[in-house]
């Protein structure tokens, strides 16, 4: 658990340097407008993942509110675990009525979803497994930049024989950096954080999520961009194994 400087356990759950209460009433404000085309492409990528399980083990998905009912609807039975307090309040308010439509039921387990991530996967060993745009905060949590992307890049291996996806933030920064309109686009294998500036047209400074080599070489792999703040600009790389 996160706790910030001075505060209390409780506040610094709400209050994290990723999530948390700002993060809420920020997607609140934003989903519809600011965050439709965003929503509309990762929504796309979704269908496109189909693993032949009917439990999904969601990881990270704080409220749920970039994911669409159309997908989560797919699977009977939904785990997820997030550490944020609020998470499960919001979620069953956003997707509910859709779940509940589709006979699907969902629990909620606030815990760190890395650090037991062998636990959880024995606890569910019919389940596929999906990192719901967690993966890229690591770092704002974690102090040791070359430890966190050492764990990044050894989580393939932690998941040998099961059907995953994440999704994740890659780079950040201002939109204003852009040589042009911001535009997805797909790919497959490894783009170094150099390469994908090149890509996507950035200049200045860039914030380097430690996603590089969560999912194999080989993947193919699609980038979407995000206008997550005013001015400010997320790449996001989904892609799926198994």
Do not use: K, Y
């Not at 356990?9 to 340097?17: A, N, V």
């Not at 999904?56 to 159309?70: E, H, I, R, T, V």
């Not at 042009?180 to 090149?198: D, K, M, N, Q, S």
């Not at 890509?199 to 993947?219: C, F, K, Q, Y």
Request: proline fraction near 6%; glycine fraction near 10%; charge should be positive.
């Amino acid at each position: 658990m996160v706790a910030s400087a001075g505060g209390t356990p409780l506040l610094g759950s709400l209050l994290p340097p990723s999530g948390g209460l700002e993060w809420h009433v920020r997607a609140l404000r934003r989903r519809h407008r600011a965050w439709a085309e965003f929503r509309a492409e990762l929504a796309d990528w979704l269908d496109t993942w189909r693993p032949a399980t009917t439990g999904l083990l969601l990881l990270g998905p704080s409220a749920g509110w970039c994911l669409p009912d159309a997908f989560l609807a797919r699977f009977r039975r939904i785990d997820a675990i997030d550490l944020d307090p609020l998470a499960p309040l919001l979620f069953r308010a956003l997707h509910g009525r859709a779940l509940a439509a589709a006979a699907a039921t969902v629990s909620f387990t606030r815990s760190d979803a890395l650090d037991g991530l062998e636990d959880l996967l024995a606890r569910h060993p019919d389940h596929a497994v999906l990192f719901a745009n967690f993966l890229g905060q690591r770092r704002l949590h974690r102090g040791d930049v070359d430890r966190t992307a050492a764990e990044l890049a050894a989580l393939g291996a932690r998941l040998t024989g099961r059907p995953w996806a994440s999704i994740h933030d890659r780079l950040s920064g201002r939109a204003g950096d852009l040589a042009g309109v911001p535009r997805g686009f797909a790919c497959v294998g490894v783009l170094e954080p150099e390469t994908l500036a090149r890509r996507v047209g950035a200049s200045g400074e860039w914030l380097d999520h430690l996603t590089t080599r969560v999912l194999p070489d080989d993947a193919a792999r699609r980038i979407m961009p995000w206008a997550m703040r005013p001015g400010r600009i997320h790449w996001v790389e989904a892609g799926s194994v198994g």
